[in-house]
Structure formats: structure tokens, C-alpha cells
């Protein structure tokens, strides 16, 4: 059991990433919410409803990606993750990439994009697929977004869209 920072205190299970590497591709959120936290699983409450919504619009099998999240616990009341909490499970991340040596990383909100390409440039890089340092990142809105601004809805999928393209899939 992981005691790296203080969320274990404070965590149901931790949620490692889960899936699979089939189309070499990894979507990373931000950390697991209440039903994450309670099953142990990422991406199965009501931001994992959304995002399994806009993959199967988007002609994107779950089942052949893998997910996970920047933090492997769930934050008390759902905040932000504290700088401290992303550098102790940073290790985790790192060798979840090193693993898969995914072909496309998705980085889905701002707490992704700014952990593993840095930067402030989130809104100006959405919807874009950037090359760093020989990796290929897609970025979009977090799924959770879409609960509270519905317009995201559509801007999620425009973006799956442009990355079942580039995964071949249309």
C-alpha cells in the first residue's frame, strides 16, 4: 500500500491505471473521483459516463486503450491535487509510460497538460496533437468538464474525433 503522501489517509482504494495498449494509446486525467475511489477503477463515475460516451461516438473502443490519472487517490472533497501528491505518484505515471510506450499520450485537462508538458498553454494547445521530445500528446478538456458546462460536449468530440484519426480508426 502506497504512503507516499498524505491522500492514503484519506482514500477508499487507490486507482491505478487500467486497460490496454492495443492501439499504443494512454488517455491521463487529473485523480479518481468518489465511484474511482470506491471501486478501484478509473474513469467509471460520471465523468467516465461521458468520456465512454464520446469514445464510442468517436468510433474509439475503451477496451483498446489504457487509462489512468496523474494522482492514483482520490483528493478529499474532489480538489485539486496539491504539487506534493503529483510529485509522489509521479513515479507511478513515469513507469506506466515507460511500460506501454504509448504511441499517443492524451492529456485530458489542465492538470494533465500541465504535469507532463508544462506551461500555461493549455487553451490555445486544445484539440491539437503536439510532438515533445519525440512523443506525440493530444490535448482536450478533462471528461468532468462536460458536467458542468455542457457546451464541452461537443468540443470533446470534435477532439476524439481528430484522435481516432490519428489512431486510424476513420
Known sequence: MCRTCSLFNTRTNAVPGDGSSVLK??????APGRSEDQLGTPF???AGKILDNILRT?????????ITNIVKCRPPH???PKSIEVMACRMYLNREIAVLKPRIIGLMGRTAY?????????SSSRGQILEINGQSYFITFHPAAAIYNKTIKES???DFTK???????K
Open 25 to 30: 494509446a494512454m488517455l491521463v486525467g487529473e
Open 44 to 46: 467509471v463515475g460520471k
Open 58 to 66: 468517436t468510433g474509439i473502443n475503451r477496451s483498446q486503450l489504457y
Open 78 to 80: 474532489n480538489r485539486k
Open 114 to 122: 500541465s504535469t507532463l508538458i508544462g506551461g500555461n498553454g493549455f
Open 156 to 158: 470533446l468530440r470534435i
Open 163 to 169: 484522435l481516432a484519426f490519428e489512431l486510424g480508426l
